[in-house]
Structures are given as C-alpha cells and as structure tokens.
C-alpha cells in the first residue's frame, strides 16, 4: 500500500526517488511543496517527526571527526523535536570539533579530521555569539529543571570552551576562570575535563611568559594523566614540560622530553 502510494506521488510529480549508494529515499520535487505540507502538521506531529529524524540521525554517528557532518541536522531537529537537553549537548560538541581543530595548541587529529577540518556549521566570527547561545540556553535550563548531572557536565564544558576563546584572544583577566572549571572537575571527579583545564592555563602561561606557573600546572597535569594512563594527555603535557625547558634554557632536558613525548 505504501508503495502504491509513492508512487501515486510520483505520478503527479510530488515526489521523486533518490538512489544514493544502494539507499533509495524520496524528496519533494520542490521546496514550496515540503514547506506547505510541514506547516499543514500540528505541533505536536512536527515535533514526532522531528525527533525520529533526529534519533535516526544520531544512530548513523560513528563517534569519531566524521560526525561533525551531522552535528548542525541533529541541533535542527533536536531543537524543533522540544529535546533541548540533545540539542544543546551537540551545539557543544559541534563548537568543542570547530576550536579542538582550529584553536588547540596540540590538537589530537584522527585520521577524518583534516578532510572534515571545513565541515562544522560555525564560522570563525560566529565564535562568540555561539557561546553567548549556549549561555543563555545552560541558563534556561538551570531555571526549569535545576542542577542535574548531565547539566553540570554540559557547563563544564561550556566553561571549558569560554576560557579557551578568551585565552585565544587575549582577554586573559575573563580567561583564567578556567581555574572554575578546574575545581568543579576535580570536585566531581571529572579528571578528562580538569585536564582541559590545566592546559589552558598552561597556553595562558605560554602567550605571558609565565614559566613558573606553567612548571606547576604542567605537574598536577601530568599525576592526573600518569594515574589514569591517559597516554594521548601524558604525550601532550610531555611537549609542554619540554617547551618550558626551553624557556628556560635547559635545553638537554628539553632535547629529553620532547624525544619522550613521541
């Protein structure tokens, strides 16, 4: 029945069939089309519709750089679909993907990165604003639901990615808040996210000439990734020790570090 029904569709010219890779899917043959059936939906269907688009999608993630691809379809309908917990989890990794490529001193790149480098739907000088939007939406959130786990960990990272972008840009004074983010991470135990932290404050040190206190940070750093074995961390902060042995001039400590690191 459904079949007969497609192709009726077709027919007059509504629909039209897509072969993609062996995947056969229809699309309007005109967006004037799609717009007048959508806004013939009540509410409450758009937001079902919205939310099985947005599960489909999330269940086609890979869970690597590849994903990022996705990330601005899965806010779309997440949003639409009322999931304003979904939709502002993937605003965050979308932004965390734009600057982890674009703005990180070491940045850890897999293999799809490069090609992906361009795929992300924030722009450069879109930057602030989207930080200011998920804020604002971290704040509404707080307000209807209170203080939850996933909610804590969502402003860790929103913290995570406002220290980096003042750090980045110079306003180090607004940028060293990052040190919230560090105490709240330990607190509850989130030593992924307290590692953020660390090197933020350690590129902070770096653009200020600091080396004192990237010696001490790079050192609670490195006991958190040893104790945990989290090799790419402890490669990363190896770098770091040895720049800071270049700054300040023991350059065979530097020359071993930096060997190690590898």
């Known amino acids: ?16 069939e897509i072969n993609e890779g062996g995947k056969v899917s229809f699309v309007f043959t005109h967006q004037k089309l799609r717009e007048f059936v959508y806004n013939q939906m009540t509410m409450s269907k758009r937001r079902i519709l919205h939310l099985r688009i947005a599960r489909y999608i999330k269940s086609c993630l890979n869970n690597d750089a590849r994903d990022s691809v996705l990330y601005s379809k899965l806010i779309y309908h ?32 897999e293999e799809t990165s490069l090609a ?50 003042k750090i980045r840009n110079g306003d180090y004074e607004s940028g060293l808040d990052i040190e919230k983010l560090i105490s709240i991470s330990t607190e509850t135990e989130n030593y992924s996210m307290a590692l953020k932290g660390y090197k933020q404050i350690i590129y902070y040190c770096i653009n200020t000439y600091n080396p004192d206190r990237m010696y001490m940070n790079i050192e609670k750093a490195l006991d958190i ?10 490669g990363i902060l190896l770098r770091l020790k040895g720049m800071y042995m270049c700054m300040t001039g023991h ?12």
Not at 225 to 234: G, L, M, P, R, S
Request: some cysteine; overall charge negative; charged content about 30%.
């Open 1 to 16: 029945e459904l079949i007969d029904i497609l192709d009726e569709l077709q027919d007059n010219y509504l629909l039209k």
């Open 78 to 109: 997440f949003e639409n679909g009322g999931d304003k917990h979904s939709a502002l989890e993937y605003r965050i990794k979308n932004l965390e993907q734009y600057l982890q490529i674009n703005h990180e001193v070491f940045p850890v790149l």
């Open 116 to 165: 992906d480098k361009q795929s992300s739907c924030i722009k450069e000088k879109e930057i602030d604003n989207e930080i200011k939007n998920i804020s604002n939406i971290i704040s509404k959130l707080k307000q209807e639901e209170g203080q939850n786990p996933s909610l804590i960990n969502m402003e860790l990272s929103y913290l995570h990615l406002l220290g980096r972008s």
């Open 225 to 234: 990734a040893y104790k945990f074995n989290i090799e790419a961390e402890i």
């Open 251 to 262: 350059f065979d400590d530097a020359d071993t570090l930096l060997h190690q690191s590898i």
